[in-house]
């Protein structure tokens, strides 16, 4: 990591990496995650399941992960605690309560159903900043055009003809082809095969 003098902003190598590099590297991490979260995902699941059902039939609430003797963790099942609930059997009855002690309030609001379908119907009058309902032709009034077309801040991926573009990206990363690019992620140089250069 690198520090610019000027403003003082914090760089990565990956900041001077070309955005192919980096899309690909982004690419290749996803590759690794999606593999091993498949792999390791029912082993995560496993205590909790299986905590769930010691509960169930023993009334077992916690096991502790021990490693050499020494306690590195606990699983314990959580409990709800009681509280007290609106009875929908009898919720009439405190209603009645609720208007005799001062527990009744009318909100008046606009209706979202409403909202939604008049925004869908929403059209710009060309040439002025008046927005129509296209349904009435009135000019509605509280409305404005936001103009669409910047970043959303989010970016979709998706792998080239659904696991075509992952089995090749995989052959690459195991072959070693991809080391040079991964040698400062260790969680990804850590889960690939070792290239036969390298084992």
Partial sequence: MTQDAA??????????MPIDIVALVGALARLAHGQTTATLAPLVDDP?????????????????????????????????????????DNETELNKYADDH?????IVRRN???EKA???????VEGSDEIIDSRTGEV?????????????????????????????????????ALD???????????GRTPSAENA
């Fill in 7 to 16: 403003d003082g902003t914090q760089h990565t190598e990956q900041d001077e």
């Fill in 48 to 88: 909790t399941a299986r905590l769930l059902k010691a509960f169930e039939s023993s009334g077992h609430t916690s096991s502790v992960v021990k490693v050499n003797g020494e306690i590195v963790g606990r699983y314990t099942v959580n409990l709800t605690r009681g509280k007290f609930v609106v009875d929908p």
């Fill in 102 to 106: 001062g527990g009744t309030e009318v």
């Fill in 112 to 114: 979202p159903t409403w």
């Fill in 118 to 124: 008049l925004l869908n119907h929403a059209r710009r």
């Fill in 140 to 176: 509605v009034p509280g409305l404005k055009y936001v103009p669409g077309g910047q970043p959303t801040g989010n970016v979709t991926f998706t792998w080239e003809g659904k696991t075509a573009g992952q089995n090749t990206l995989l052959a690459e990363w195991k072959s070693g």
């Fill in 180 to 190: 040079h690019l991964v040698k400062h992620v260790p969680a990804l140089v850590a």
